[in-house]
């Protein structure tokens, strides 16, 4: 209803009654991303909730921590944001792509030095953006695989985050590839006895409790695997 | 106070009485009355009462009953304390006074009637001692009071009681429904006419429908009056004034020493009073209250009024704030609860490998168990097997060692016994040496039977030579060549020692196959001869005994 020509008093002003409602949800959405942009990153937030698409809002709140020099400025959350605006198609536009990382107030050099692990023209498989975020957020394979799994699986958090085995064993070998150190012989060694260990849940997912122990390095873990899963 | 009151009248109503007892001395008496009163009030409560009781046609019978009450409470207080009474004189007839003063306002009735009731009882008299009381009260109170304390100065007594003079002159009319046509019963209400019981709105309006019955109605009270005044008249015809001569009326006149006003003259006034019909009463006008205060107009300019975001500042504030601050709020509270439950599933986690990692060792326990458990058994048995191996060596060892010559023994014994044998040699041992037994046997048979039939032989011939030589007269006969074929032609003379022979005879004859035989028993049967004829007797019992052998193996021949 617009505003009478005249108005006599206070309550004549008429409050929309989503309004209060949005706000809200701006609000919490604002307090839980902390973004370092605000502006930016409302602009994302408004267009994409117009366009009905999924907010960039992080799940949980992360406190941006203080000492955060030299990094990407990339957590788990964000990337978690990401594939949550992105994981419906396998295939992402790089500008689009660099639109949702700008809005998310993300250096845009990260950027480019993200891509630049994978080289791709317009376009670029989503699964492997995320698999690079990944590594970039955690030093070894493991972590960066242990960080995957908990953005991709569909287990409440704190759970046993599961992913299926295939997915994995693409990242896995995605990552092996990419990086020098490791030879493909061990990485489909590797795998394989992961897929022993797994076999016999029969349901084809494995979870972070098979291949991830934080306090233990690699070749422990192979070990350890091996000895647990029966 | 009433009580006092009722004390007064007490007294009043004594003195009449006291009047009859002592009727002389009427004037003289007029200060005795006091004393034997008041002597009699202390001494008498019962008395008195029922002198009250007797008097009680009239007046206040609430009051009486009141005042019966206060008089034996009264009356008790003199028994109480009589040696003070003297002190209490100047007292007493102060409150008597106050009372006879008070009279009046509790009872008007009371007291009235009683003057009234003095009237009707003995009017003149009643009166004329009253009077005669009053005028002579104040200079008989020196005197009644030294005679009180002359008389009894325990008791205090009144020679005249002090009390307010009454006044003659009614201020009222004398209502017509005097309590003499209703007469007056003391205390109940209920009983009481001229309270109303019963439903009120099913009372009798009567006169009220009726207007224009007023001239009716004036009837009727004049009627009523009648009626009263022939009542009154009635009564009036008792004992009262002769009728006046004629010519002259009958005014009452005041015939004391001092004048009094009449007073009882009633001022009668005719007033009238019209009342318009009824009429409904009109509604009440609107109250409007007048109008106070001054006009006054006044113009607003545009914005003047109301400025927006002046307004909308408090409103913003209020909206911006809540916001802020109740997102923050449920931001914590689900951050708060996500860490929660985070961490409660992180510890499931845990728990679940760890209680893995437990079953799984477990698990290897329990197969660890099993197999040393079963490994035992093993072992056990091994070790039994072994034990009974032994054993059984050792027994077969012992058994072998125990039963070694047993062999021998047992082919010795059995050798002893009989059993290995030459199948020959007991084929000849079976077959043919019985057989050749026999034949021997039956040779020697042979010889004997010869023997012993030659025995017979000569036995008989010698009975015959015997018979003969004792008969001498039969020839004998030499048995010998004719031994064998006379054989039986002798021999049928006695029956049993010729069927021997001829037995014998076949006998030797069918086993006589070998001529050898034969030969053997001729020889035999002759050279026995000579021994057998001593021994006749035994070889006939011999012979018997071999002839019975011979039957049987005749028998066993054939």
Redesign the interface.
């Known amino acids: 209803m617009p ?1 009478p020509d ?5 309550q004549q ?1 008429h ?1 929309p009654p989503e ?2 409602d949005i ?3 701006f ?2 959405a604002a ?2 991303t902390q973004p370092a942009d605000v502006l930016q990153w409302s602009a994302g937030y408004f267009s994409a909730l117009s366009r009905g698409d999924p907010l960039p809002v992080k ?3 992360e406190m941006p921590t203080a000492t955060q020099k030299t990094d990407t400025g990339l957590t788990p959350g964000l990337l978690k944001i990401l594939h949550k605006q992105c994981h419906h198609k396998q295939y992402v536009e790089l500008t689009d792509l660099e639109q949702k990382w700008k809005n998310l107030c993300l250096p845009k050099e990260k950027f480019k030095a993200l891509l630049q692990l994978d080289p791709c023209e317009n376009r670029i498989k989503w699964i492997n953006f995320l698999a690079l975020g990944c590594s970039m957020l955690g030093g070894s394979l493991n972590t960066a695989l242990k960080h995957l799994c908990e953005i991709l699986t569909d287990d ?5 985050a599961r992913i299926p085995f295939k997915t994995f064993s693409y990242v896995y070998r995605y990552l092996a590839k990419l990086d020098s150190d490791v030879s493909s012989s061990e990485t489909e060694s590797y795998l394989a006895s992961l897929k022993e260990n797994i076999d016999t849940r029969r349901n084809g997912m494995i979870g ?2 098979d291949f991830f122990f934080p306090k233990r390095n690699l070749l422990e873990n192979r070990e350890n695997s091996e000895d ?1 899963g ?1 | 106070k009433t009580v006092k009151s009722a004390k007064a009248a007490s007294l009043v109503r004594s003195l009449p009485k006291r009047r009859r007892t002592y009727p002389g001395g009427a004037a003289g008496r007029s200060q005795e009355p006091e004393e034997p009163c008041a002597a009699v009030l202390p001494r008498k409560p019962a008395g008195r009462k029922c002198r009250e009781f007797q008097l009680r046609t009239q007046g206040c019978w609430a009051t009486d009953a009141a005042a019966a009450a206060g008089l034996c409470g009264a009356g008790s207080e003199p028994s109480v304390a009589p040696t003070s009474y003297a002190g209490n004189l100047p007292s007493r007839p102060l409150p008597l006074l106050s009372l006879l003063l008070a009279s009046g306002n509790p009872c008007p009735w009371h007291y009235l009637h009683l003057s009234g009731s003095h009237d009707t009882l003995a009017p003149t008299c009643v009166k004329a001692k009253l009077h005669r009381k009053r005028g002579s009260l104040p200079p008989d109170m020196t005197s009644a009071l030294t005679d009180g304390t002359s008389r009894a100065p325990s008791t205090y007594t009144y020679t005249s009681r002090p009390r307010a003079l009454p006044c003659q002159r009614s201020r009222y009319r004398d209502s017509l429904t005097q309590p003499d046509e209703e007469p007056m019963r003391y205390g109940n209400i209920m009983y009481d006419r001229r309270v109303i019981r019963g439903n009120t709105y099913a009372l009798q309006t009567g006169p009220l429908l009726g207007q224009p019955d007023s001239l009716e109605l004036q009837r009727q009270r004049e009627a009523k009056k009648r009626a009263l005044a022939r009542k009154q008249a009635q009564e009036q015809l008792r004992p009262q004034t002769p009728e006046p001569v004629e010519g002259r009326k009958h005014v009452d006149v005041q015939t004391e020493l001092y004048l009094e006003e009449i007073a009882d003259r009633i001022i009668e006034v005719d007033m009238e009073c019209q009342t318009d019909a009824f009429l409904d009463r009109p509604p009440t006008p609107l109250f409007i209250p007048a109008k106070t205060g001054k006009d006054v107009a006044t113009q607003i300019l ?1 914005g003047e ?2 400025d ?1 975001d002046l ?2 500042k ?2 913003l504030e209020v ?2 704030g ?3 601050e ?3 709020l ?2 914590m509270e689900e ?1 708060e609860l ?1 860490n929660l ?6 510890y ?2 845990l728990r ?2 760890e209680r ?2 437990v079953q ?1 060792l477990e698990e290897q326990e329990r197969r660890h168990r099993e197999e040393k458990e079963r490994r035992k058994k093993q072992q056990w048995e091994i070790v039994h097997k072994h034990n009974e191996t032994s054993q059984k060596i050792a027994a077969r060892a012992f058994a072998q060692r125990y039963l070694a010559d047993l062999l021998p023994s047992v082919f010795g014994s059995l050798r002893d016994s009989g059993y290995f044998y030459d199948p020959i040699e007991r084929d000849i041992e079976i077959g043919f040496l019985p057989w050749l037994m026999n034949e021997v046997e039956k040779t020697m048979e042979y010889s004997m039977v010869g023997r012993t039939v030659l025995d017979m032989l000569i036995r008989e011939v010698v009975e015959k030579r015997l018979y003969m030589y004792e008969h001498k007269e039969e020839t004998h006969r030499s048995p010998e060549p004719e031994d064998e074929p006379g054989g039986p032609g002798a021999v049928t003379e006695s029956l049993e020692a010729s069927e021997f022979p001829e037995q014998s005879m076949s006998q030797t004859q069918g086993l006589l196959l070998d001529g050898d035989y034969v030969q053997r028993t001729t020889y035999d049967r002759r050279s026995s001869q000579e021994r057998k004829f001593m021994e006749e007797t035994e070889l006939l019992e011999q012979d018997e005994e071999s002839a019975m052998r011979k039957s049987l193996e005749e028998e066993e021949l054939s």
């Open positions: 505003l005249t108005m006599f008093c206070a002003i409050i309004l209060p706000l809200k949800q609000t919490k307090i839980r799940d949980r709140m409440p958090e704190g759970g046993p972070l409790s647990v029966h | 545009e009024l109301f927006f307004e909308v408090p409103v909206l911006v809540k916001i802020i109740q997102s923050l449920e931001v951050e996500a439950r985070a961490s409660q599933r992180e499931e986690e679940n490998s893995a990692e799984r």
